[in-house]
Each structure stands twice: as C-alpha cells, then as structure tokens.
T-cell receptor, first 115, second 115 residues
Framework: SAVISQKPSRDICQRGTSLTIQCQVDSQVTMMFWYRQQPGQSLTLIATANQGSEATYESGFVIDKFPISRPNLTFSTLTVSNMSPEDSSIYLC????????????FGPGTRLTVL | AQKVTQAQTEISVVEKEDVTLDCVYETRDTTYYLFWYKQPPSGELVFLIRRNSFDEQNEISGRYSWNFQKSTSSFNFTITASQVVDSAVYFCALSPPTGFQKLVFGTGTRLLVSP
C-alpha cells in the first residue's frame, strides 16, 4: 500500500484566485490521479498525472483550468485556476502502486470553499 | 462505456442490524476489477476490497462480506451486526485491468447506524 498526504487539508478562497494543492506519496507509485468530489456527489476523475509530461485530462476538464504537474514519482500538484463558487469541492489525489491488483490509495482530500 | 449504479442513496439502521449495500455495474470488458471504498465523515477514502472479474468467490473479512455475481453484474456488500463506527458513505467502483486503469465510481450509499 501507499500512504498519501495532501496539503492544504482545507482552504477558503476568493473568486478569481488560484489554489495549488500538493500530493506526496511515501513510496513510488506507477500512476497518480486527481479526483473531484462535489458536495454530496461521487468522485469524478479530473486527470491522470504523468511523470515529466502533460497530464491526461478527462472529458470536461482542461489544462488551463486544472494545470497539473508531476516532477517525480512521488509528488504531484493540482492547481485550480480562476476559481468560482462552482469549484467548491473536495479534491483527492490517489496513487496506484506497481503490481497487478490495480488498487488505488487515496489522500485525505483538500476541502475547497470558494466565496 | 463503464457505469456503476448504487441505487440506495441512504440507509438507516439500528446498531447490530445486518445491512446490505447494492452495487450493479456495466462494462464491455471481459476482465475488470471491482472495488469498495468507505468514506467516513472525516473525508478520506478507505480501501476495503478488490475483486477480479474471474474470481467469483465470495469473501468474508470480519463483519464484512462481499457477494460477487457476474451473471447479474452485481457486487453487493454486507455488514453484519452493524456498529455506529460503520456510519459512512460507501462507494463501489470499477476499473479495467490495463491502460490508465482509472476508477469509475458509483454515486455512493450513505449508511447511518444509530445506537
């Protein structure tokens, strides 16, 4: 398994500003993902963070709004840009370790409120 | 396309009752993985179980048991003798065995266990 930490754990931001969320994994993972969970909703994949290259975004999510970096195997950042109240969500980072079992382990999430 | 349906939005039980959470999935893949995650009020996602599509054995872990039936595309989760600490949102998820292996989540079932 992998232990995943995220910073910040929560934040309250003003409309129009940007927030960068950090995700740190305690061991090397083959893949890292970013999910969004809107209030009372399920998790939706934003993108797969690729080491040293551009992230792979899901339909409905774009790099200009959610730029992602992954400079090495154990660290990734997600920026929520030009925020609006609709961006208020929990943002979760997950990692998948090597092996055949495809389990993803999740960070504690970042609770974002945009005023 | 892959889809996971959790028809039960919320279930309320009294402590020590047994409760079953339903999960029905759709996929065109011949092999795939199924998962259950628990999300307590604190927000983190806790991995509970993974099941490979070619392994239809039911599994029991303490008070938890899982019933996988490929014929009906269901992967139900039973908690025996529920406890207050079981109160959480439970998510069923599906992923392919290869490629980006992203998780497709159901909408979740909120379980409330009262004393």
């Amino acid at each position: 398994s992998a232990v995943i930490s995220q910073k910040p754990s929560r934040d309250i931001c003003q409309r129009g500003t940007s927030l960068t969320i950090q995700c740190q994994v305690d061991s090397q993972v083959t893949m890292m993902f970013w999910y969004r969970q809107q209030p009372g909703q399920s998790l939706t994949l934003i993108a797969t963070a690729n080491q040293g290259s551009e992230a792979t975004y899901e339909s409905g999510f774009v790099i200009d709004k959610f730029p992602i970096s992954r400079p090495n195997l154990t660290f990734s950042t997600l920026t929520v840009s030009n925020m609006s109240p609709e961006d208020s969500s929990i943002y979760l980072c997950s990692g998948k370790t090597s092996g055949n079992y495809n389990e993803q382990f999740f960070g504690p999430g970042t609770r974002l409120t945009v005023l | 396309a892959q889809k996971v349906t959790q028809a039960q939005t919320e279930i309320s039980v009294v402590e020590k009752e047994d409760v079953t959470l339903d999960c029905v999935y759709e996929t065109r893949d011949t092999t795939y993985y199924l998962f259950w995650y628990k999300q307590p009020p604190s927000g983190e996602l806790v991995f509970l179980i993974r099941r490979n599509s070619f392994d239809e054995q039911n599994e029991i872990s303490g008070r938890y048991s899982w019933n996988f039936q490929k014929s009906t595309s269901s992967f139900n989760f039973t908690i025996t003798a529920s406890q207050v600490v079981d109160s959480a949102v439970y998510f069923c998820a599906l992923s392919p065995p290869t490629g980006f292996q992203k998780l497709v989540f159901g909408t979740g079932t909120r379980l409330l266990v009262s004393p």
